[in-house]
């Protein structure tokens, strides 16, 4: 699948990352000056058309994850990739936080061979620099069909900020990610 897009103005690219609950992670990466829009839904397993029951059972291989629309002229794929890293837990296997099962794994599905090839340099760069006590276990696989999440799950920290699990699980999470990419965060 090819990653660009063009329209008359400027090219779009497409990334598409899966690191743990989308709630979480969308709320995250919307945020990003240069992301024009920010998609929660499912890839990487065998059901066609799969529904969020269906994935959270575990048995459809589909991991939770967001497509991501971006202005490469206004931020790259090595700064998503970066927010990607550091925001989640790319060490444990099928597991963040409280979140368990191989829906909930690091995993980028990437578009093109420079999105592979990025991805690989700057795990390896990871793993190489010790920053974490144990080896990265994000998966790196081309992208598969992407299968948009119901409309429930879009934007759901901003229409649901007030719910117990985004105060306690989600806004810690924002709030930790805004101060390390004050930088990246759209003005």
Known sequence: MDSKLTNSTNTIE???FGNGC??????????LNGVLSVESGYSGGQMINPDYKSVCSGNTGHAECLQIKFNPHTISFTDLLEVFWKT???????RQGGDVGTQYRSVIFYHNDIQKQEAESY????DQSGI??????????????????????????????????????VRPKVEKFKKSFEHLIKP
């Open 132 to 169: 974490y006590n144990n080896l990265i276990v994000t998966e790196i696989s081309a992208a598969e069909i992407f299968y948009p999440a119901e409309n429930y799950h879009q934007d759901y920290f901003a229409n649901n900020g007030s719910n117990p699990y985004c105060q306690l699980v």
């Open 22 to 31: 989308f709630w979480c992670t969308e709320a995250v990466f919307a945020q």
């Open 88 to 94: 989640h837990d790319p060490t444990t296997l099928n």
């Open 123 to 126: 795990k390896f760069q990871l």
């Open 14 to 16: 497409i990334a598409t």
